[in-house]
């Protein structure tokens, strides 16, 4: 054994250490080895583990259909999926981002699930250059105040599929008065500002607003607690929450007294099977119904209920999107992802005449304006479906507004819009 | 013998970069020397205080938040911000360490339990504050000298840094009179203040300097990070840091550390292998809480003397 | 007139209602050597815990050397010059005996506020505890740890970190509680040892060796004095024969 405290062999050991740590990014530059011209890597962020776990299946089997139907191939090059779990927690996100772009070197990413979760990994994907494609984090700012020029959205911002929902109350609907409640979080209190502000703008009164915690174990105190003299309730949950509010709703005997309006995921498709009669005459927007009639999309929910036995819903519809954003770009630069700025530009400047969910174009920031339809529950050869009663065509997350004055205001949130007319 | 080993094992950390095959373990050692000196603050006041703390997430975050929102929201430099976020976390973790210690027990569990669900609601709640769930970020990483830290390896090696400080105040701390006392405090309170101890002191600078070392690992977390959501204040990290703790070896110097690295590996690791991952969590617990229920590092140690001793014997 | 090294007036605490001291006054002189008697549940025990502020009395005042400690806090007396020792064996059974010697000596030093003075390098101390233990007879075992010593050994060891103190008021609760016959013999010379203007305050059931220590007895019954006096005077009181020696 060698005398370590000797100070000679000490100086030899500081020589040693100083000469290892400088080498490091010697080692560090001579292994990153140009990536060869193999399949392209795609890192898939979903969640298999924690309470978002159904929507992470549920976006794992769009993406997997997407590319069993095109035989694992994209612009003639194979596809590798590295699917990694981030267990819905920010900082896991973070990690597993990391393990996809610096262990697996993908080319691009498909995900995260959950709007704090991208927001999580923005800055690092800026660093990392990697491309990313949204297949369901709807949170605003994504593409409004932190802009990414990496980052592309396959569904739509929050309050994006709100919007004409409120407008669609006011005129069509003629309601005047409506109550809200939802989600006590940041996807809750986007999607009710939304619409919140286009009904208002439309002449109608928000005159009550009830936030319940994501994982609060009943609402019968919230549904006690809502109004019964407005027109409509509109409800805002994501995961299980709408089918167990509409549960709740019906046997507080408030169905079928005063009518419900719901934001997408409320009677997601994902959900609406699990769900009975206290759904039927929920009238919802979005940016996808498995009802949709066009031919695209007969073939996709054909394709879908074939392999999964269920109806496309958000998580599935939003990650079979992005696989399809991905394959046309691809197209585009004829597969040479490598050629990143190429790809990104191909991507961002994506303008769709027509898919499963019609037209769909690329705005500047990343996010595309689209068809959102307004859905109503309807029992249809024994299945509930959210049939389509109205579209709005090629609507921006910035609605009417041009994207300087819709970005002078702050992002919506629980306070945002202000809610002048509750009444006590 | 004992200065070759920690000659040896600096050695072995720094060259840790060299050898891991791809940036992303070198994040993740970084990951682990984060958690090591998290788990090491707590480790003050678990191991060596005897006080089980089921709120130190909300040091780590507390910091990470404000490091977040003074450089963002209140144009401070990284520097100043990262300053300002240890500085008013230690004085949080003063005025909570007043709330938290008039219990002790299972009462200090609830109260520092109840202090971080406090946290965590305002950083959810107060959304013009925090941004709510949707959290901070924004804020880059320090630029120290002009020394650019987005690279891996320079991250760690600045880690690194901060991990040999707190390592080696933490030796000191504890092998020092104040440490006898703190030691003295957790095995017989009332025998300590009839020995002329101020056993609520001792306690009270225990619990701040633990926050103070919770607030350097959450500056190295947001900017490891570059982003804070109400996720971090949640009860489950902090349950998870107290599993650390526990897991390594409570009271022991190493047991923190080797507790970081089996949680951060299982969690990040093992994960890539494993779908049902949290369940292999729970089982390694379990099967360190059966076999071996002083921690790994004094379990192992017991088990290398069994073997030692029948080897001579032999 | 010397000066009462320890004065209680009017002293009372109950637990739940049950008076346990009630209305004991008390003064011992500077040096004095005062036994505590009286059968069990008396009191005792808690009115030296009264006295060292590990409990707080309802009402009545403490005064050590004449400075009221009712309201200190039980390690400010202990810095007043106040130590004791304990019924029920309270020391740090995984430490080494010198351990527990520095714990005490370290609890009367300010070195026990410095977080980085390593204790191990701190031989002023580790030689006067070395010193504590020669003095009870325990000089060999000082690097054992409490855990490994006999029940005996760790009745020295109270006292030699009560000694190790270097109290002004020493209060001995049962020194000599389930010694053999040897060992009451080495305690009790060792008692013999304490120094002399130091204030001795002995609770005993042992009569042999608490007569022969005290000058002064005290007994308590129910909480309360009932006699007071020099060991002719207590042991002809027909009351303590009653409560104490009566049967």
């Known amino acids: 054994m060698p005398d370590f405290a000797s100070p000679r062999s000490r100086r030899l050991i500081l020589a040693a250490l100083v000469s290892a740590a400088l080498a490091v990014p010697i080692l560090k530059a001579t292994r990153a080895s140009a990536a060869d011209k193999g399949p392209i890597r795609i890192g898939f962020l979903t969640v298999k583990t924690g309470a978002l776990a159904a929507g992470g299946r549920q976006m794992e089997e769009g993406l997997a259909l997407y590319l069993d139907q095109h035989q694992g191939q994209l612009a003639g090059r194979k596809i590798e999926v590295v699917t990694l779990d981030t267990a819905g927690q920010p900082a896991t996100t973070k990690t597993r981002t990391q ?80 109550a809200t409640i939802g989600d006590d979080f940041a996807f809750g209190h986007e999607t009710t500002a939304g619409f919140q502000r286009t009904f208002e703008e439309n002449g109608g009164k928000i005159v009550q607003k009830l936030w319940s915690p994501l994982n609060v174990a009943d609402y019968g105190s919230y549904v006690g607690d809502l109004k019964t003299d407005v027109d409509a309730v509109y409800a805002s949950f994501a995961g299980a929450n709408g089918l167990r509010f509409l549960r709740q709703y019906a046997e507080y005997g408030l169905k079928g007294k005063v009518p419900v309006l719901g934001n997408m995921t409320t009677v997601d498709e994902g959900i609406l099977k699990n769900m009975g009669d206290e759904a039927v005459g929920v009238v919802s927007s979005g940016w996808y119904s498995a009802a949709i009639d066009n031919p695209e999309n007969h073939k996709f929910v054909e394709a879908y209920r074939k392999k999964y036995d269920a109806d496309p819903g958000y998580y599935s519809a939003g990650a079979y999107t992005a696989a399809f954003f991905l394959d046309l770009a691809l197209q585009k630069i004829k597969g040479n992802i490598e050629d990143k700025d190429a790809f990104m530009k191909a991507l961002r400047s994506l303008d769709i005449k027509d898919s499963f969910r019609g037209p769909m174009h690329i705005d500047k920031y990343g996010n595309p304006d689209l068809t959102i339809y307004i859905r109503k529950v309807e029992r249809k050869n024994g299945r509930l479906v959210n049939a389509v009663v109205q579209t709005y065509p090629n609507v921006s997350q910035f609605w009417k507004m041009s994207p300087q004055d819709f970005l002078k205001s702050p992002v919506y949130s629980r306070s945002f819009p202000e809610a002048k007319n509750l009444e006590k | 013998m004992k200065r070759a080993a920690v000659y040896a094992a600096v050695a072995a950390l720094l060259v840790v970069p060299a050898f891991l095959p791809f940036d992303y373990y070198v994040n993740i050692a970084s990951q682990i020397l984060i958690a090591g000196i998290f788990a090491g603050s707590l480790n003050l006041l678990v191991g060596y205080g005897g006080l089980i703390s089921l709120g130190h997430a909300g040091y780590l975050g507390a910091s990470a938040y404000v490091l977040a ?20 976390t230690t004085l949080m973790a003063a005025v909570f360490g007043v709330l938290s210690l008039r219990a002790t027990g299972l009462g200090f569990v609830m109260i520092t339990l109840a202090l971080a669900q406090i946290l965590w609601g305002v950083a959810y709640r107060w959304v013009s504050l925090t941004g709510g769930d949707n959290g901070l970020s924004g804020f880059g990483r320090p630029q120290p000298f002009g020394i650019d830290l987005s690279s891996a390896t320079a991250f760690y090696l600045f880690v690194l840094v901060f991990f040999a400080i707190s390592f080696l105040f933490v030796s000191v701390f504890v092998r020092s009179t104040f440490g006898a006392g703190l030691q003295g405090t957790r095995d017989q309170p009332r ?42 204040l949640a009860l489950t990290n902090s349950a998870e840091v107290l599993l650390m703790v526990i897991a390594g070896g409570a009271g022991t110097l190493l047991g923190p550390i080797v507790g970081a690295a089996v949680v951060v590996l299982l969690k990040n690791v093992v994960s890539a292998y494993v779908t049902r991952w949290v369940l292999l969590l729970g089982l390694v617990f379990v099967a360190i809480v059966l076999y071996m229920p002083e921690g790994l590092v004094p379990g192992i140690e017991r088990l290398r003397r069994r073997t030692v001793r029948t080897g001579t014997r032999a | 007139m010397t000066a009462a090294a320890l004065e209680l007036k009017g002293l009372f605490k109950s637990f739940g209602g049950v008076p346990a001291v009630r209305d004991v006054t008390l003064s011992v002189l500077e040096g004095e050597r005062r036994l505590l008697l009286g059968p069990n549940g008396a009191g005792k025990t808690t009115l030296f815990n009264l006295v060292t502020g590990d409990l707080a009395s309802d009402s009545g005042t403490i005064r050590v050397f004449g400075r009221d400690v ?83 050994e760790q009745r020295r060891l109270e006292l030699a970190i009560a000694l190790a ?80 020696l009566g049967a």
Do not use: C
Not at chain 3, 170 to 182: I, M, N, Q, T
């Open chain 1, 99 to 178: 393990e996809a772009v610096e262990r697996y070197q993908v080319h691009a990413i498909i995900g995260p699930l959950a709007a704090f979760e991208a927001l999580a990994i923005n800055d690092y994907v800026k660093q990392a250059k990697v491309p990313v494609i949204s297949p369901s984090a709807a949170a605003e700012d994504l593409t409004q105040r932190n802009l990414n020029p990496w980052f592309v959205r396959a569904v739509t911002t929050s309050a994006q599929m709100n919007h004409p929902l409120g407008e669609y109350a006011a005129k069509v609907l003629k309601y005047k008065r409506i």
């Open chain 2, 69 to 88: 929102w003074l450089s963002t929201r209140a144009g401070f430099s990284h520097l100043w911000a990262s300053l300002g976020a240890v500085t008013l």
């Open chain 2, 191 to 232: 025998r300590m203040q009839a020995l002329g101890w101020d056993v609520w002191s001792t306690r009270f600078v225990t619990f701040v300097v633990s926050g103070f070392w919770a607030a350097v690992a959450g500056v190295l977390y947001a900017d490891y990070n570059q982003f804070v959501s109400p996720h971090v």
């Open chain 3, 70 to 152: 009712s309201r200190l806090r039980a390690d400010r007396r202990v810095h007043l010059g106040l130590s004791r020792t304990y019924q029920v064996i309270t020391l740090f059974p995984k430490n080494t005996l010198a351990h527990n010697i520095v714990l005490a000596l370290l609890g009367l030093s300010r070195s026990r506020f410095n977080p980085f003075s390593l204790l191990a390098r701190r031989g002023d101390l580790w030689e006067r505890a070395r010193g504590a233990l020669d003095r009870v007879g325990l000089g060999k075992l000082a690097d054992r740890s409490v855990a490994q010593t006999s029940y005996g």
């Open chain 3, 165 to 244: 103190q270097e109290p002004r008021v020493l209060l001995l609760d049962e020194p000599l509680a389930g010694l053999s016959r040897e060992e009451r013999r080495d305690v009790q010379d060792l008692l013999t040892t304490i120094p002399r203007e130091v204030t001795v305050v002995m609770i005993e059931h042992d009569l042999d060796v608490a007569l022969s220590f005290a000058e002064k007895i005290t007994v308590l019954h129910y909480g309360q004095v009932i006699v007071e006096g020099t060991r002719a005077q207590v042991v002809a009181d027909p009351r303590v024969q009653e409560v104490y």
